[in-house]
């Protein structure tokens, strides 16, 4: 089967072609899948692009957030069926097959009513739930969210849900204007020098209960550690990359051990720390959050639609990553469309 592909040939090197993919038979457990659209997952593809994650191999494609229809089905399956329409981990390729045995595999028939180019944006929005998931938010909590990208802003969206009082930080104006479109409305530049006064206007001076780290890089955090309250705690989201030089002692330890009194928690937010599929000791996975989402965005509680930035063609991937490297200010949910791709 010839089956269109972006590509990352080497660092810095984006091309569109199309690849022989032997499918064959299909196994047991397989789901063959035309893929309808594709999310760029800005952070990790850009990181690939550049070469410096070694995992992710030259020539290869990247991505893992596709929304497509069912072609096909393997003996075993019975949750799809052809024509279905489903969200799966897939990356940006016309075709995919899904072994739905994988200890990394998803396939979740979509809500009716979720507009299908949105319904890619589920991966982040799990991803960003896992933060929630880990934390102590309650009813009437600060919540501070460090970084207002896409998955930091679904975060932010997500701790308002969970009754939290949310004040997003980021230094770019632009996100701080979509975080306030998404229903954000503090969302306030974050300077080293104010932030702790301009947090305790918000908080009566008692810093927040909840910081979220969503920036991923490692230079942020230590700036924002004085707006935690004494018991607050540190819910590191955003995957770290790059090096970062310091003082552990006066950047971190003191403010745990002295601001906060002693009682400062630092907890770590990968998504996978859930299993995928339901397991029935365990009371969250990836399936059951995956499900949430979806239900969240149809309903429009949890708003992705400013975040959609650009839809391009697949032939366009150049274009792409081309503006979320340099054009940040514009470019945040960027949406590949295989619906036209013959």
Not at 180 to 208: S, W, Y
Not at 288 to 303: F, H, K, V
Request: charged share 15%; proline share 6%; aromatic share 8%.
């Amino acid at each position: 089967m010839q089956n269109l592909s972006v590509l990352f040939t080497g660092p810095e090197r984006v091309e569109v072609e199309r690849i022989d993919d032997d499918i064959g038979q299909l196994r047991a457990h397989d789901v063959l899948v035309r893929t309808r659209y594709s999310l760029i997952s800005a952070a990790t593809e850009l990181a690939c692009l550049s070469g410096s994650q070694a995992w992710f191999p030259f020539p290869a494609t990247p991505g893992y957030a596709a929304v497509g229809e069912v072609l096909d089905v393997g003996a075993a399956i019975s949750a799809v069926a052809p024509g279905d329409i489903v969200h799966y981990w897939g990356g940006h390729k016309q075709f995919a097959v899904i072994d739905t045995a994988g200890r990394m595999s998803l396939c979740l028939k979509t809500p009716t009513d979720l507009p299908l180019a949105l319904a890619p944006f589920t991966r982040m929005a799990i991803i960003a739930m896992t933060s929630l998931r880990i934390s102590n938010i309650e009813l009437g909590d600060f919540v501070g969210v460090l970084g207002l990208g896409t998955v930091g802003n679904l975060a932010a969206q997500l701790a308002g849900l969970q009754g939290g009082t949310v004040i997003g930080l980021d230094l770019n104006e632009g996100r701080r204007q979509l975080a306030r479109n998404c229903g954000i409305p503090h969302a306030l530049m974050i300077n080293p020098a104010t932030v702790k006064d301009d947090i305790g206007e918000f908080t009566a001076g008692q810093g927040v209960t909840t910081l979220i780290e969503a920036t991923g890089v490692p230079a942020a955090l230590p700036p924002a550690l004085p707006i935690v309250g004494r018991y607050g705690e540190v819910i590191l989201l955003g995957t770290p990359r790059g090096v970062y030089e310091t003082d552990l002692t006066s950047s971190v330890l003191d403010y745990i051990h002295l601001h906060g009194h002693g009682n400062i928690t630092f907890k770590g937010a990968h998504e996978w720390r859930y299993p995928v599929a339901r397991d029935p000791y365990v009371k969250h996975s990836m399936e059951r959050n995956s499900e949430i989402a979806m239900q969240l965005i149809s309903s429009g509680a949890l708003q992705v639609s400013p975040l959609h930035t650009h839809t391009l063609s697949p032939f366009e991937a150049e274009q792409a990553y081309r503006g979320l490297q340099n054009e940040k200010e514009n470019y945040v949910g960027v949406v590949f469309d295989w619906t036209g791709v013959p």
